[in-house]
């Protein structure tokens, strides 16, 4: 068990609808990361908040946004689903920028369907 | 900008045997070196990590790793797998002095490992 934490597992949902997934990192880390992982695409960095504010931004769709909280816990919300954007959701966290503690954990992944 | 390569999708093996798991990258700065595995339905696990020092790293389940910086590579190995190593395995990267930032993970390789 890496600590972090998604919900829910599994999402099955129509074209055109908006989700939201989330993710608790684990206990003490400042960092979260959303990625999406595909067949095609492999796994895609989409966006990274520290403390709160966003750090950097990959691979995202405009149609996807994502905020942490402060507690520390994410979302990252999908809106106007098309059928590609099917794919496994993950969430990772790790405890600070910098320094040599690089080690990212990740969670067990949201499986996103879009029918 | 880092990139990955991993050179073979796909290495099916028999139990016992010795596997290599091929990882390129591409970099202009200083970079850290990971490999992650994942298990079917499962999140990824970091097996090992280079940060610096000696070039070859031991990690979890056997596995260890050289970091050949003339070839820019981090080749995975293990000298006898087991049918419990099948999984999908995904090295990444990201540069040394940006540490905290996403890692940059290749497409991955996929392990069957068969009797």
């Known amino acids: 068990d890496s600590g972090v934490t998604q919900t829910p597992k599994h999402l099955i949902t129509a074209t055109g609808q908006r989700v939201t997934l989330r993710c608790s990192p684990r206990?003490?880390?400042?960092?979260v990361y959303w990625y999406q992982q595909s067949l095609d695409q492999g796994l895609q960095f989409l966006i990274q908040y520290y403390n709160g504010e966003e750090r950097a931004k990959g691979n995202i769709l405009e149609r996807f946004s994502a905020q942490q909280f402060p507690d520390l816990h994410s979302e990252l919300n999908l809106s106007s689903l098309e059928l590609g954007d099917s794919a496994l959701y993950f969430c990772?966290?790790?405890?600070?920028?910098?320094?040599?503690?690089?080690?990212?954990?990740f969670g067990q992944g949201t499986r996103l369907t879009v029918v | 900008a880092q990139s990955v390569t991993q050179l073979d999708s796909q290495v099916p093996v028999f139990e016992e045997a010795p596997v290599e798991l091929r990882c390129n990258y591409s970099?202009?700065?200083?970079?850290?070196l990971f490999w992650y595995v994942q298990y079917p339905n499962q999140g990824l696990q970091l097996l090992l990590k280079y940060l610096s020092g000696s070039t070859l790293v031991k990690g979890i389940n056997g596995f260890e790793a050289e970091f050949n910086k003339s070839q820019t590579s981090f080749h995975l190995r293990k000298p006898s797998v087991h049918i419990s190593d099948t999984a999908e395995y995904f090295c990444?990267?990201?540069?040394?002095?940006?540490?905290?930032?996403?890692?940059?993970f290749g497409k991955g390789t996929t392990l069957s490992v068969s009797s």
């Open positions: 990772a966290s790790s405890p600070r920028v910098g320094g040599k503690n690089t080690e990212a954990f």
């Open positions: 970099s202009s700065v200083s970079v850290y």
């Open positions: 206990s003490g880390d400042l960092s």
């Open positions: 990444a990267v990201i540069p040394a002095n940006q540490a905290g930032t996403a890692l940059i």
